[in-house]
Nanobody
Framework: QVTLVESGGGLVQAGGSLRLSCATS????????MAWFRQVPGKEREFVAG??????YYAESVEGRFTISRDSAENTVYLQMNSLKPEDTGVYYC???????????????WGQGTQVTVSS
């Protein structure tokens, strides 16, 4: 069982930047696919970015603005978010799966979430 703990959320003005971190523990981090999802009230949890080995994947809405990376030595996954927009507001969740997936229903482990609020 992988444990995921997010940090780095907060309030930022539009155009600003934030970096989210996901500290992981467990035996499968090196071979797992890691991802970030986000959710706003009343909507389904949506895929934001993912990484497995050296391959990265992004939602169209964040392509070119967000960067996902992982530090295997620190067992940590990061999401660098630049040029933030009010529509990026939501609770951001770290996710772990045996294979890369954009579907929340296929995620194996979730973090507790961290709030990101972008003001206009």
């Amino acid at each position: 069982q992988v444990t995921l703990v997010e940090s780095g959320g907060g309030l930022v003005q539009a155009g600003g930047s934030l970096r989210l971190s996901c500290a992981t523990s467990g035996p499968t981090f090196g071979s797992s696919a890691m991802a970030w999802f986000r959710q706003v009230p009343g909507k389904e949890r949506e895929f934001v970015a993912g990484i497995r080995w050296t391959m990265t994947y992004y939602a169209e809405s964040v392509e070119g603005r967000f960067t996902i990376s992982r530090d295997s030595a620190e067992n940590t996954v990061y999401l660098q978010m630049n040029s933030l927009k009010p529509e990026d507001t939501g609770v951001y969740y770290c996710a772990e799966s045996p294979h890369m997936t954009r579907r929340a229903t296929e995620v194996r482990s979730w973090g507790q979430g961290t709030q990101v609020t972008v003001s206009s």
